[in-house]
């Protein structure tokens, strides 16, 4: 390994040093909160497209769909068509009418209709929440990973990525985010591209003759081809299915990138353009994980990774050599750079735009103000996701990003749905559902085989009380349900504001542009 980590620095230097020149650019174009949130509402449709792209391709997707596929075959694919059909659930319910309510952030929606503390207050604990479980997930891989590659300490790899991070959204905001995410989408594109080639390569450029060959090449055989190697239980795979399906149109730093288009249709299009690379992506993982199947083989993969994550690099290292494994290392490296800005991003824009502008100051705020709220904000997310993660070094994170959809599918979904298509909805209602729904995924997931298990598979020994490893099958109802009790509850309904908001979402038009 050692001999190798030379090509391994300098290509991370390369990436380093890249991303550090676009935020000294992008510094320079970040001056009012606008431009610090979202670039200015400046990206074209194209940019943007890739932009999600990046901002959703995280390092689980690379390394865990590629070392899943490679270790479980077909159930392994299964994740990837969870991500993408959730693309169609952006794109047709969520685009369009978040961009033409919000400004920053998703409080920005849904105050769009009922303007008050409580509403807001709830909706940026939500999407701390979220982006905090994200992010320990993240910087736990990262630290694993960089340790693993260029042979440092967990601890120092932790610091690496989260100082970058940190300096990226201090000085660059969401245009330096934005084109790191660009920059890394396409390299990560070209990496899987060139891997998935070699890999076909192998298979005398046939796709029928690898799926017959990958019947026989595992020790699972005709099994490795069909559904139910990892997944037996049906209950807990719909569980998990709907949490990544109905998740990702309530992620936060997903919802954040359409500020970044002047108006709805870029917004549409930058998902239409997410969604084909997206696609391309997810398809090529197939070739990743058999090709891993294949010609590293599942003892290695495991020896270096139990969870199959260096399936990936190591295939980058059987078919092409040092200059291939250095090159997806360091495009690993610029994945997780990526993601973890744009969740801090997301996260400072909760506590500084939402808590402390629209609470504590209740807009009254100058563009200065709001500047140097965002930047406070951001540190504070950074430093309180670090320590977090030097902690859990020793936890079993995984299913930390599938808790994050979930909450995003149980907490902020069902407020979004009803706030666009119901005319009845209320503050009372939005709170609710909002709790609901995060409380419910929280407390169903503390008693979950995650954290209680037999001897030392999970956090805590112990029987877990539910037997679903994800929770939002029972979360997420109780998050719509949440909402329509307590609209019910409450008397109070608005629909003149409803059909402002009603019309605003649809065209983009607000009423007091006519008015005037």
Same mark, same amino acid.
């Given at each position: ?31 009012? %909160? ?7 509402? =400046? ?55 978040? @961009?033409?309510?919000? @400004?920053? *952030? ?9 303007? $008050? ?23 736990? =891989?990262?630290?694993?990973?960089? $340790? &693993? ?12 990525? =989260? ?24 390299? /990560?594109? /070209? ?37 139910? &190697? @990892? ?10 299915? !709907? ?40 398809? /090529? ?17 495991? %020896? %270096? ?16 050599g040092d200059i291939l494994f250095s090159f997806v290392c360091a495009v690993a490296f610029a994945t997780i750079l990526a993601v973890v800005a744009g969740l801090v991003l997301s996260g400072a824009s909760a506590l500084s735009h939402d ?8 807009? #009254? ?14 540190? *504070?997310?950074?430093?309180?996701? !670090? ?15 599938? &808790? ?6 149980? %907490? ?44 030392? #598979? ?48 649809? *065209?983009?038009?607000?009423? $007091?542009?006519?008015?005037?």
């Amino acid at each position: 390994m050692n001999g190798m980590s030379y090509t391994a620095v300098a290509f991370f230097v390369a990436i380093v040093g890249l991303t550090l020149v676009i935020t000294w650019w992008a510094s320079k174009r970040t001056s009012s %909160a606008s431009d610090f949130y979202t670039a200015g509402g =400046g990206l074209t449709g194209w940019q943007n497209g890739l932009a999600i792209a990046g901002d959703y391709l995280s390092a689980a997707s690379f390394l865990g769909i590629a070392g899943s596929v490679a270790l479980f075959g077909f159930d392994g694919f299964f994740f990837s068509l969870g991500y993408l059909v959730a693309y169609l659930v952006v794109l047709y319910i969520v685009a369009e009418p978040l @961009r033409n309510l919000g @400004r920053f *952030t998703l409080a920005d929606m849904i105050t769009a209709r009922f303007d $008050q503390a409580k509403v807001r207050g709830t909706a940026a604990l939500s999407t701390i929440t979220i982006v905090l479980f994200y992010m320990i997930a993240q910087l736990v =891989g990262a630290g694993a990973l960089i $340790q &693993l590659l260029l042979g440092i300490d967990y601890w120092v790899a932790v610091l690496l990525v =989260g100082f970058m991070m940190t300096i990226y959204v201090l000085f660059g905001g969401m245009t330096a985010t934005s084109w790191v995410q660009i920059i890394k989408a396409c390299l /990560l594109m /070209l990496g899987t591209v060139i891997i998935s080639f070699l890999v076909l390569q192998k298979f005398d450029f046939s796709i029928a003759k690898m799926f017959t060959d990958m019947a026989s090449a595992t020790e699972h055989g005709e099994a490795y081809l069909n559904p139910g &190697l @990892r997944y037996s239980q049906g209950l807990d795979t719909i569980s998990m299915m !709907i949490a990544l399906v109905l998740g990702t149109a309530g992620l936060p730093h997903i919802l954040m990138r359409f500020f970044t288009v002047k108006d709805a249709q870029t917004a549409r299009s930058s998902v239409i353009w997410a969604t084909w690379i997206v696609g391309i992506f997810y398809i /090529l993982t197939i070739f990743l994980g058999f090709g891993a199947a294949a010609f590293v083989g599942k003892d290695k993969i495991v %020896a %270096a990774n139990a969870a199959g994550n260096m399936a990936a690099p190591l295939l980058a290292e059987a078919l092409g050599g040092d200059i291939l494994f250095s090159f997806v290392c360091a495009v690993a490296f610029a994945t997780i750079l990526a993601v973890v800005a744009g969740l801090v991003l997301s996260g400072a824009s909760a506590l500084s735009h939402d808590i402390y502008g629209q609470i504590i100051k209740k807009g #009254k705020v100058t563009e200065k103000e709001q500047v140097l709220a965002a930047r406070i904000g951001s540190i *504070t997310i950074s430093i309180i996701s !670090i320590v977090l993660a030097l902690g859990a070094q020793t936890l079993n994170v995984a299913f930390l990003v599938s &808790l994050a959809f979930c909450i995003a599918a149980s %907490a902020n979904l069902p407020v979004i749905i009803y706030t666009i298509y119901w005319k009845r909805f209320n503050t009372t209602g939005a709170v609710t559902a909002m709790l609901t729904g995060l409380i419910s995924a929280l407390v169903l997931v503390a008693v979950s085989p995650n954290v209680w298990g037999p001897e030392g #598979k999970a956090i805590f020994v112990g029987e877990p009380l539910i037997m679903l490893t994800n929770p939002a099958l029972i979360s997420v109802p109780l998050g719509f349900i949440g909402g329509w009790i307590g609209t019910l509850l409450s008397k109070e309904t608005d629909e003149a504001k409803y059909r402002e908001v009603d019309v605003k979402a649809n *065209t983009g038009i607000s009423v $007091q542009d006519v008015s005037h």
